[in-house]
């Protein structure tokens, strides 16, 4: 069981940055996925950005180039740094993990979800 805790949300204007974290309980599951996701209201939850536990980052066409994951304390702790936002950012963000198959970006793939933390971003 693994539980994690989201923070770092808030309100932004277009073109700021915001970092958001990820409190892990644990990381001592080999090969697990970390990863945030966000949805929007009256959209589908999508993926953002993951991260291997080799190290191996993936990230969605929209926010490449702009979001940055990253993880610390021996994997403990999982951030997004997201630069150059845009209203389209605005949305729920979740921080999960899991053991992918059929795509890295897919919600569905994930076992452990946080309670998510809001991104508003205004024009």
């Known amino acids: 069981q693994v539980q994690l805790e989201e923070s770092g949300g808030g309100s932004v204007q277009s073109g700021g940055s915001l970092r958001l974290s990820c409190a892990a309980s644990e990381h001592t599951f080999s090969n697990l996925f970390m990863g945030w996701f966000r949805q929007a209201p009256g959209k589908e939850r999508e993926g953002v950005a993951v991260i291997k536990s080799t190290g191996t980052t993936i990230y969605a066409d929209s926010v490449k180039g702009r979001f940055t994951i990253s993880q610390a304390n021996a994997k403990r702790t999982l951030y997004l740094q997201m630069s150059s936002l845009k209203p389209e950012d605005t949305a729920m963000y979740y921080c999960?993990?899991?053991?992918?198959?059929?795509?890295?970006?897919?919600?569905?793939?994930?076992?452990?979800w946080g309670q998510g933390t809001q991104v508003t971003v205004s024009s």
């Open positions: 999960a993990a899991g053991w992918p198959v059929k795509g890295a970006l897919l919600p569905s793939e994930y076992n452990y």
